[in-house]
């Protein structure tokens, strides 16, 4: 027995008529996305979205968040934001794997450069090591975050504290701490 909803058949009638509506009007692809960046709207929604990239057969690494706004239409500045927060794990092919977690992010399509801010908590799982700090960059070519924010770094003894900022390889295993403090653990001979 099939059984069939109403609500789907409404969504479906509705997109069937807005494409009639497109096509009948003459309007061509460009036409509707220049519209829609004229008006500084997205060309896509999505809510609730988990994503996962993989290459040669590794996963490289996976995104959840909860909304996704895609503004991808932009012929200068093309950009996907994501204003409810966002979580991210890379993995290298060791299988060591990076977190980073924040309430807010932006990444520029062209440049690959991302913008991350709010709460952001980056945890290397394989050296147990977390930053926090309120906003980063990471420069997805290089695989490299910076920022010029006040940024802790929390390693198994030592905490390290960089006012002014800091730079660092994308698993925190090569950070500079700019203008640091912080505590300490050596061990003398």
């Not at 009948?24 to 996962?52: Q, R, Y």
């Not at 975050?145 to 940024?151: G, V």
Request: charged share 25%.
């Amino acid at each position: 027995m099939i059984s069939i909803n109403s609500k789907h058949i409404t969504k479906s009638i509705a997109v069937i008529i807005m494409t009639a509506m497109l096509f009948s009007c003459g309007n061509k692809f460009e036409e509707v996305n220049d519209f829609l960046s004229d008006k500084n709207l997205p060309i896509a929604v999505t809510k609730n979205i988990t994503s996962v990239y993989t290459d040669s057969g590794y996963v490289k690494n996976k995104l959840d968040a909860k909304l996704l706004l895609n503004f991808e239409n932009r012929t200068k500045h093309p950009y996907q934001e994501f204003p409810e927060g966002i979580k991210i794990t890379t993995f290298d092919k060791k299988g060591d794997s990076t977190t980073i977690t924040a309430n807010y992010a932006i990444t520029y399509q062209k440049t690959k450069i991302s913008e991350i801010k709010g709460n952001v908590v980056v945890f290397n799982h394989t050296q147990n090591m977390t930053l926090k700090t309120k906003q980063l960059f990471w420069d997805q070519n290089l695989n490299y975050f910076f920022s010029n924010k006040k940024a802790t770094l929390y390693k198994l003894n030592d905490t390290i504290i960089g006012k002014d900022g800091f730079d660092s390889n994308a698993d925190l295993t090569n950070a500079s701490m700019m203008n640091n403090k912080g505590t300490f653990r050596v061990k003398e001979n």
